[in-house]
């Protein structure tokens, strides 16, 4: 089965306006905060790499249980999939647990060791303290993403990121600025939002596939006990994306902690980049992801030979997207940063970098599309291994142009060029080896 452009875009679609949507409570996080002042501003590109450091294992976990979901799909075999969603639920439920309990005591002493500016610091903490309760609800609605991915059914996502976005700007305006006779709690209540949002999307999935899905077809909400076997077999998968995503995102959280030494103004300008450039990679992850859940159909049914060509109309699909954003935003730089702050020094000191950031993603497009094919086939120790031998380079020019030469912004966004020509260089390596053909899971 030869899957077409048009079909291409049906799964990818759905996942692109999903993590948009989904973006939104990022951004509006930064614009209502920019609002506030640079501190909280610098404090939440802190506060929020780091818990999406945390919050990655969760998602780690899930790309390991949407693999095998849609590899069970691709054979046929639905009622397989119902006890894979249901030990990964036990497994999600109890690592929020622990992450919860640890965040709380592991968080002020590590945050206090390598932040420099006290201010920051206060309000990092003031962020994490409310948002750590996330995790239960994120966490398992994972699950559910996973699910709707795997069975290449994600338009639901498309749904479900609306309802959580609309939650999430109404009670950012309403907490964070004091409405409606309720205290301006400002970067808290950013954070207080966000984790009730989650709390609104897995309601929402659990309402959704009940009513809506023929879950009896796939074994949902078929409650068992944990069984080990099961479990392990999820985990042969899953623990390489746990730690893969957990790294990566940790690498990126230096970048953060190094730039912030540079000095708060530094810190904000860097913040605002990240949000703008969280554009372009959220779309080149919808087709990343859509490239990972059609190459795990495609190994089910046993149609191998269509990878690598599906692989390719991914990209070709994604860089229509990209093109012309990339374009869009090189004319209008300033316009496009006033979203985020009306700091006008600010805004005119990040031109350059801007143009930096916005050129990676010329790069960026093959190099995720092929990394998440890896993925796809189910070999995710192979993916691990690309990822750690990329944040290698990657970490060296952190330190180097970073921390050692203290290079202005620009110069230090060319980091992203390193990660990325190491990780697609090597997941193009290993697609094209055809190494991977005969893997079973």
Not at 197 to 224: A, G, P, Q, W
Not at 229 to 234: G, N, Q, T, V
Request: hydrophobic content about 55%.
């Amino acid at each position: 089965m030869l899957f077409t452009k048009k079909y291409i875009l049906r799964v990818a679609g759905p996942i692109l306006v999903s993590l948009l949507m989904e973006h939104l409570i990022g951004m509006t996080d930064t614009a209502f905060l920019g609002r506030v002042g640079e501190i909280e501003l610098g404090a939440s590109a802190i506060a929020g790499i780091y818990y999406l450091a945390i919050f990655m294992l969760g998602f780690g976990f899930s790309i390991g249980v949407q693999i095998l979901i849609g590899r069970r799909n691709g054979e046929k075999n639905y009622a397989a999939i119902g006890p894979i969603f249901t030990q990964g639920l036990l497994f999600q439920l109890t690592l929020a647990t622990l992450l919860f309990g640890m965040s709380h005591w592991v968080s002020p002493i590590i945050l206090k060791s390598i932040l420099q500016s006290e201010h920051i610091y206060e309000a990092t903490l003031r962020y994490l303290d409310w948002r750590v309760y996330g995790f239960f609800f994120s966490f398992t609605a994972f699950m559910f993403r996973a699910f709707y991915v795997g069975i290449a059914n994600t338009k639901t996502l498309t749904m479900n990121s609306i309802v959580m976005v609309g939650t999430n700007i109404l009670l950012n305006y309403i907490l964070i600025f004091g409405k409606f006779g309720l205290p301006a709690l400002g970067i808290a209540g950013a954070a207080i939002a966000s984790s009730i949002s989650e709390m609104v999307s897995l309601i929402f999935f659990i309402i959704y596939t009940r009513t809506k899905i023929d879950y009896k077809r796939y074994d949902l909400f078929h409650f068992s006990k944990l069984q080990p076997h099961l479990l392990k077999r999820i985990l042969n998968i899953s623990i390489w994306t746990m730690i893969q995503a957990f790294i990566s995102i940790s690498t990126w959280f230096l970048f953060f902690i190094a730039i912030e030494h540079l000095g708060e103004r530094s810190l904000a300008i860097t913040n605002v980049l990240r949000n703008v450039s969280s554009f372009f990679f959220i779309i080149v992850s919808a087709f990343a992801t859509a490239a990972s859940s059609l190459v795990s159909n495609l190994m089910g049914a046993g149609q191998q030979e269509e990878v690598i060509p599906t692989c390719k109309a991914v990209s070709i699909v994604c860089y229509c997207f990209v093109l012309p954003l990339i374009l869009l935003m090189a004319l209008f730089p300033q316009t496009i940063m006033r979203i985020y702050t009306d700091n006008k020094e600010l805004i005119q000191t990040a031109v350059p970098s801007f143009y930096v950031m916005i050129c990676v993603y010329l790069i960026s497009v093959p190099a995720n599309i092929m990394f998440n094919a890896v993925s796809g086939t189910g070999n995710t120790r192979i993916s691990l291994w690309i990822e750690l031998f990329a944040l290698v380079g990657y970490v060296s020019a952190v330190v180097y142009i970073v921390m050692i030469l203290r290079a202005n912004i620009a110069i230090c966004w060319t980091t992203e060029y390193v990660y990325l020509l190491f990780m697609g260089s090597l997941a193009c390596w290993y697609m094209y080896s055809g190494k991977w053909k005969l893997n079973k899971i």
